[in-house]
């Protein structure tokens, strides 16, 4: 057990050494740069994890969650269940939130206190787990009551509604997301997600035909970058997702990161685009709609009815 146990720290510290020697540990030049960059790119939980925990605790409650946790409970109680088992679950969950909840809040705390950016943003997330870990004490308690020769019915009533409130009660955009991605890598399309716009397929595939390799990428007007970088293996000039990164310890890219944000969202037209996008050194614009006026130096080298590809001359 102790050995099982020494593999998650032996896990962590390979993270650990890696965070240590690649990121920028120096002191912000101004915390409220980096506090606005925060704020506009993360979840509010990850920076306020007690105002961000109230709605999950009653999400617990509409979702049936909790009332999966307490049935589940009295029913390995029943059942004369091993003590230890039974309280090893319980003892796991709280410890989630101990380490999820109470440590982040602690955290936050004497952040504030010292004017500072908070030690951790990723804990919280970890709540996450209350819910599955409840789900299988459901599955655990359903076995129970299954292997004492219940109504085949009532347990079968019994898996269906614990399943029910957990996908149910997510909203249809759960589903539709998880069919979304089946239907793509069914049909052999490695873009989930909005693979399924047949519009956005074809200009993603015309512009890993047009774009060399090495030439960067203007990704604009809600067009998702990511794609571009990991499907298409092309580099991009600007990425969303960038800022998450930067916000674990490289605080001066956060920043920058943050004003170019700001910039994407303010261009009035196709020349503040044009602009922008040869500041960041990208020689093409993939956008979803074609903002007027661009002048010159700007190529429509694709385009339907949704989206557009648009290679930009070097400006000598």
Same mark, same amino acid.
């Given at each position: 057990m102790l050995a099982t146990g020494a593999v998650f720290p032996a896990v962590g510290m390979t993270a650990m050494a890696g965070y240590l020697g690649h990121h920028d540990h120096a002191p912000a030049v101004n915390v409220g740069e980096v506090w606005e960059a925060f704020t506009a790119r993360l979840h509010p939980y990850m920076l306020d994890t007690a105002a961000g925990v109230a709605p999950y605790l009653g999400e617990l409650v509409s979702r049936g969650t909790l009332a999966v946790l307490v049935f589940s409970l009295l029913v390995l109680w029943v059942c004369d269940r091993d003590q230890g088992e039974v309280w090893l679950v319980v003892r796991w969950v709280g410890w989630l939130v101990v380490i999820c909840v109470l440590v982040p809040c602690a955290d936050q705390a004497v952040a504030r206190w010292r004017g500072s950016m908070p030690m951790q943003i990723d804990l919280v997330r970890g709540v996450r787990y209350v819910t599955p870990l409840v789900v299988l004490l459901g599955f655990w308690a359903i076995d129970e009551m299954a292997r004492r020769n219940l109504s085949l019915t009532l347990v079968v009533v019994l898996v269906v509604s614990l399943v029910w409130t957990q996908v149910h009660t997510r909203g249809v955009h759960f589903t539709r997301e998880v069919l979304h991605a089946a239907r793509a890598w069914a049909s052999g399309r490695w873009v989930s997600g909005e693979a399924h716009d047949p519009d #956005?397929? !074809?200009?993603?595939e015309a512009l890993g035909r047009l774009v060399p390799a090495g030439a960067a990428v203007l990704a604009w007007g809600g067009v998702d970058s990511l794609p571009? &970088? #990991?499907?298409?293996? *092309?580099?991009?000039?600007?990425? &969303?997702?960038? %800022?998450? !990164?930067?916000? #674990? %310890?490289?605080? *001066?890219? $956060?920043?920058?990161w943050h004003r170019v944000a700001k910039r $994407?969202?303010?261009v009035r037209d196709g020349r503040d685009l044009a602009c922008l996008a040869r500041e960041l050194g990208a020689g093409w614009l993939f956008t979803s709609r074609l903002p007027a006026a661009f002048g010159g130096g700007v190529r429509v080298r694709y385009a339907n009815e949704s989206y557009s590809v648009l290679e930009l001359d070097v400006v000598r």
């Open positions: #956005y397929q !074809t200009a993603i571009v &970088r #990991y499907a298409l293996k *092309r580099s991009v000039a600007w990425c &969303r997702k960038d %800022g998450a !990164t930067f916000s #674990y %310890g490289q605080h *001066r890219k $956060m920043v920058e $994407m969202s303010a």
